[in-house]
């Protein structure tokens, strides 16, 4: 059974740091991108950060780009989201996913997806 697994989600004051883990089964996550995406109460899933098959090319969005950092341990079969410098406006769910299909932000490229985990950014 392929399955994605987030952990790490928590609270925390604005300016705190957290580090998401995806954990994969079923599946070797290496040959695979990887994506990071969020949602918010009331709000569309957006795509957080991204890193290509190869590791070679990684993926922002501009609200989070300098504070977030997107990787992977291939022998953990795990990726991560580095998080740093949180501000209010990253609260929400962030949910990991995994494609061969291409590489990017864009949600519909994605074949397989976590169940997400929650992130409170408040004071």
């Known amino acids: 059974q392929l399955q994605l697994v987030e952990s790490g989600g928590d609270w925390v004051q604005p300016g705190g740091s957290l580090r998401l883990s995806c954990a994969a089964s079923?599946?070797?996550?290496?040959?695979?991108?990887i994506g990071w995406f969020r949602q918010a109460p009331g709000k569309g899933r957006e795509g957080v950060a991204a890193l290509s098959n190869n590791n070679l090319f990684d993926f922002y969005t501009a609200s989070v780009r300098g504070r977030f950092t997107i990787f992977r341990d291939s022998a953990k079969n795990t990726a991560y989201l580095e998080m740093n410098n949180l501000k209010p406006e990253d609260t929400g769910v962030y949910f990991c996913a995994a494609t061969n299909l291409g590489d990017g932000l864009d949600a519909h490229i994605y074949k397989y997806w976590g169940q997400g985990t929650q992130v409170t950014v408040s004071s």
């Open positions: 079923g599946f070797a996550l290496d040959g695979f991108a």
